[in-house]
DNA sequence: AACGGTAACCTGACACTGTAAGGTTGTCCA
DNA sequence: TGGACAACCTTACAGTGTCAGGTTACCGTT
């Protein structure tokens, strides 16, 4: 074959394959020539389309990020718009978790700036936080989120399994120990974040004091 | 060459000359080829001495792990014991940063028993919290540091450059930016750690009135 | 209406990867 | 003295990302 009369690929046919492949077989099981057999197509092909693997990753986590809600800091309440952007992040990764250890391997020009970093600085600065602070503040919650989302979504809590069933012997089957992990995880997630966000409230407060 | 005299290779010999090669030339440059050139040897001998390259990883995170300090959770302060654990827990990652996407991208039987899960339990349990919050406190902490780790040794903040130069253009010079980020960085776990141990503090009153 | 450039597919190939199979020899214990 | 085992070796295989170069369809210009 040589140029077909009507295009076969797409930037965004490959990157949906792509995806549906990752989620269903996982980052490593991942090859140019199983995107492309997919798409009944050979290998080098998808080079027109991606400059390399690493550029087509890196499309998919872009399209990723745009599912993360950054509109609450257009708002007046900071400590909703922090609670909400966190909640979709942390939604955002759940929904593809086999890309999460992508996500966080940069150490190129990857969408770390899944921080939507000025949304998040704006809104806070206005709100009366110190520039300096409002990074480090972004910074903190980006970490809370990484962090649940990779410990969790990328299988973390698998060989903890011993130490759970000890602790909780009726958890015995491993189907119910897995929905438990997920539950530990997600209440952690809130435990962590809402206490940095009293916490910061305190802080806030005293701002304005000073 | 056959069987020499004396061994030439070794596990600890080998995880310390590849954790060097890991920390020289990063991870996605090491290959079994490139750790046997550099002991003068071919890469199926390194099968005598571990079963794949997975348990080879697997066995250096393993000693990572052992820097982490958990004693403080034998003493009665819980609180010095999580922040202490917490400090040499992110120390003992920044060392080996070209290892952290090894290390939180699990889906095996990976050292996420970095957290000593264990210990950590066991000294917050003795100090009064309940079971189940003592889990998600260790939780809690393993997310902040994991993902303080990950966005920072990572290069996460390579892309937020230009944002760091439009909101601070003296810095204008890369060196002193990525002098900069880290400094942040280390600010922002601060920051988060130490607002997450203050708002458990409360509750950990709460607890005692209840 | 013919022509050139570019886009989008192809085949073939290269260097490199992890690792399995099996050969050879030194060392140690029965 | 002999056999088991350990620790190196060579060879080889299937699979990887990606480059080079070939072919053809389309589109804009002359």
Do not use: C
């Not at 257009?74 to 759940?94: E, N």
């Not at 391997?105 to 949304?119: H, Q, Y």
């Not at 809370?144 to 990328?154: K, L, Q």
């Amino acid at each position: 074959m040589a140029r077909p009369r009507t295009p076969i690929l797409s930037r965004e046919l490959i990157r949906h394959t792509t995806l549906r492949l990752v989620d269903e077989h996982g980052l490593d099981a991942l090859s140019m020539r199983k995107i492309a057999t997919e798409l009944d197509v050979r290998a080098p092909s998808l080079y027109n389309h991606y400059a390399n693997k690493d550029e087509l990753l890196d499309d998919i986590a872009a399209t990723i990020a745009e599912n993360v809600d950054v509109s609450g800091f257009a708002g007046d309440d900071w400590q909703d718009a922090l609670r909400t952007w966190a909640h979709s992040y942390r939604d955002a990764l759940a929904e593809h978790p086999n890309m999460v250890p992508f996500l966080a391997s940069g150490p190129s020009n990857r969408p770390v700036a899944l921080v939507r970093a000025d949304a998040v600085h704006g809104g806070l600065t206005r709100a009366g936080w110190p520039p300096r602070t409002a990074t480090m503040i972004g910074a903190s919650i980006k970490y809370i989120v990484v962090g649940s989302a990779i410990t969790s979504f990328a299988g973390g809590f698998i060989d903890d399994i011993d130490t759970y069933n000890e602790r909780y012997p009726h958890l015995s089957q491993a189907h119910r120990l897995r929905e438990y992990a997920a539950e530990i995880d997600q209440d952690s997630f809130e435990l962590v974040l809402e206490t940095f966000l009293s916490g910061l409230t305190l802080q806030y407060a005293a701002l304005d004091t000073r």
